[in-house]
């Protein structure tokens, strides 16, 4: 095991599972859709933009306040706005986890450090309980945990000191693992994390400098996590 850690946290879209393999069954529905995840895009844009503008700012009532956002591109009672954002993003997008494949080797690391003495953790910016379940890899984690249940989004400070938290480890002695830098990465780092990035092949350490590991193979990653 890597020296002076306690805890190995991760995201999943994108980070568990390739994207492109869920935006291609979901094209009909992206295009049906388009106008709904085209306000409800920038309504979360606009809430990080705040949250940069004040880095300790948390919505106590994210999902209302988000709905707020999102219904004032769409010219629609918030209320009903609401019931979209719920019915056709987070609910209808669950199901489909069923077909969806993870990465090559993630069950295998999972299994395997699930029988280390060290906690694993998961930090989504999206609701991932279903999902993993649908997955078939939701008994592996000590802590699940959505960010906009903490009021903010990623790369706020508030989603990783309260997983920190969570977990009852020191920033210091947790590994974050994830494939958005901005959101992944700097957010972490900002917490005090170690942080692992998953990133294309020729993906070269100059250009994402605060990633203490990146890597494309989760052999890699399983590497470095057990040397």
């Not at 609701?127 to 997955?135: A, F, R, S, Y």
Request: hydrophobic share 40%.
């Amino acid at each position: 095991m890597t020296p002076g850690l306690s805890a190995i946290a991760f995201d999943l879209d994108g980070t568990l599972y390739p994207n492109y393999r869920l935006n291609l069954r979901l094209m009909p529905f992206l295009l049906r859709n388009w106008r709904l995840l085209l306000a409800f895009s920038r309504a979360r844009s606009h809430i990080r933009r705040e949250q940069e503008k004040s880095p300790s700012l948390f919505q106590s009532n994210f999902y209302d306040y988000q709905a707020h956002l999102t219904a004032q591109w769409l010219h629609v009672p918030a209320e009903q706005c609401k019931e979209y954002i719920e019915k056709l993003i987070y609910r209808a997008l669950e199901p489909h986890f069923h077909q969806v494949q993870l990465f090559p080797h993630v069950r295998e690391l999972l299994t395997q450090l699930q029988a280390m003495p060290i906690k694993l953790g998961l930090l989504s910016d999206f609701p991932p309980h279903i999902k993993l379940e649908n997955l078939n890899i939701a008994d592996y984690w000590d802590v699940i945990m959505c960010s906009e249940a903490t009021g903010a989004l990623k790369p706020a400070l508030r989603p990783f000191t309260e997983l920190a938290g969570a977990l009852g480890c020191p920033p210091g002695e947790i590994l974050y693992v994830g494939n958005h830098y901005r959101y992944d990465v700097i957010g972490a780092k900002r917490a005090g994390f170690k942080t692992a990035l998953i990133s294309g092949r020729f993906a070269r350490k100059t250009a994402q400098p605060a990633a203490d590991f990146i890597f494309h193979d989760y052999r890699t990653l399983r590497d470095f996590m057990l040397q």
